[in-house]
């Protein structure tokens, strides 16, 4: 039986959820009455606490500094926000809480409605895709020899035309084939490429790679691709006629391809950034705004870029139906990139619905696990050829691969 901690100032509050849980047969429960009282509890570890209900607003420590706490502690146990505060402040918190790789069950209006409780406490968490990373057991000499040896491979996700179905191009993503650690994500090692100087010959290393791939899928079929570009290969000069004459080798037109770079990534060395970007399209490659509203680039400087697509950050896509907020800066920045003469692209379309608001908003191209998740070539030449093209409402009826000319 999971051992519960209640964290809230209001007794009522307290006693209501208490007794909803013991009616679902729950009976070890503690009571905490701020954030304060809770972390003393869980620091003196007398009990190994599974979930725990936290409010937000509370004397002393409020809930959203004892998520910081429980992030610090790399608590393992549940994470359930109980709160009368509007949607926005309710996002924030689960945001930083999934930031701090917390197991989040969800954030529950009060007054608790039993069944929702029960549905979220059933439901499977999304893993916090943040901070638990297990960088530290990764050296940047293990990466080196990782890269070296091709263990860094590309993962392919489509992007389809949402207007008529057919699938336009790839985005290239990293994984590491890793030989103890199993398949890591790049949230767990781009950055320690980045750190060590690793990451351009890394980006050279996939973009031959998926140039290959693309090569051989493209016996049947013509897509173009797209390759993410760090800062740091920003600042490289040698870059652009490395990138060339990659693209030389394997016959790839410079113009099938995009490359995305984050706002960021504009800002961390703007002139060198201007130069080799301004080359890149000289070379006939697109160029992406990748995270599209994330990143602090001022719009005069993102307007001086010649920039050719612009992508929606998933962050705003994801949930963009539900969520008030989410849907105003997808559709304000959908007609931004429309002023602007921009494709705009929405990734992370994850549902039928975000489907239809892209459909709606008159997006260019979606990219999501709707569509299909980041997979290896086989698996991508698998799907290509599942797509069925027949029309239907549904986006996965609606995909198909152009003919071959
Ligand atoms: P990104 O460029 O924004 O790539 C899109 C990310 O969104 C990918 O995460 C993709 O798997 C994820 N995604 C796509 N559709 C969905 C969806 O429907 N739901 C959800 N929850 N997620 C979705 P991934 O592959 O983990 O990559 C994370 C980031 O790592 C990328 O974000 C990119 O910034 C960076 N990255 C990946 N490969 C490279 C690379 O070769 N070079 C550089 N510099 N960065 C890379
Ligand atoms: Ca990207
Ligand atoms: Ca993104």
Redesign the pocket.
């Known amino acids: 039986m999971p051992q519960i901690l209640v964290v809230d100032d209001e007794a009522i509050s307290r006693q209501f959820l208490t007794a909803v849980l013991r009616q679902m047969g729950m009976n070890k429960i503690s009571e905490a009455v701020d954030g304060l009282d809770a972390l003393m509890q869980l620091d003196a570890g007398d009990r190994a606490f599974d979930l725990i209900f936290c409010d937000l607003d509370m004397p002393r420590m409020d809930g959203v500094e004892f998520v910081r706490h429980l992030g610090e502690r790399a608590y393992q146990g549940k994470l359930l926000i109980t709160s009368g505060f509007d949607e926005r402040v309710l996002d924030s918190v689960a945001d930083l809480a999934r930031m701090y790789a917390l197991r989040l069950c969800g954030v529950l209006p009060k007054p608790v409605d039993p069944e929702q409780l029960l549905a979220m406490l059933a439901a499977p968490i999304a893993a916090g895709e943040a901070l638990c990373l297990p960088m530290e057991r990764i050296n940047s000499e293990e990466l080196r020899l990782g890269i070296d040896r091709g263990e860094v491979v590309p ?1 392919f ?1 489509p992007q389809v035309d949402v207007a008529c179905g057919r699938v336009l191009s790839v ?4 994984r590491w084939l890793h030989p103890q650690l199993g398949l890591l ?3 767990q090692f ?1 950055e320690l490429a980045e750190q060590s100087g690793l ?1 351009t010959q ?2 050279k290393r ?1 973009f031959a790679d998926a140039s290959q791939a693309l090569k051989r899928l493209d016996a049947w079929k013509r897509l173009d691709m797209s ?4 800062m740091q ?1 920003l600042k490289d000069s040698s870059l652009v006629a490395s990138l060339v004459s990659i693209a030389r080798e394997t016959g790839l037109e410079m113009s099938r391809v995009t490359f ?1 770079v ?1 706002e960021s990534g504009v800002m961390a060395d703007p002139a060198s950034a201007l130069e080799i970007m301004t080359r890149l399209r000289l070379k006939g490659a697109g160029l992406a705004i ?2 599209f509203g994330t990143g602090f680039a001022s719009m005069d400087r993102l307007a001086r870029i010649p920039f050719t697509e612009l ?1 929606i ?2 962050g705003f896509v ?1 949930d963009a139906a539900g969520n008030a907020t989410n849907r105003s800066i997808f559709l304000g920045s959908v007609e931004l990139g429309h002023r602007l003469g921009l494709k705009v692209v929405a ?4 549902s039928e619905a975000e489907w239809a608001l892209c459909r709606e908003f008159g997006v260019s191209a979606a ?4 569509i299909s ?2 997979v290896d070539e086989a698996s991508f030449a698998e799907w290509l050829a599942s797509c069925a093209g027949g029309g239907g409402q549904s986006a996965r009826d609606w995909i198909f691969i152009a003919t071959p000319t």
């Open positions: 993962f996700q985005e290239v993503l990293a994500g790049p949230l781009i990451i890394m980006t996939l390759v993410n570009l760090s290969s995305e984050t990748d995270d992508k950050d998933k994801i990734e992370g379309v994850a990219q999501g696990s709707l998740p980041p």
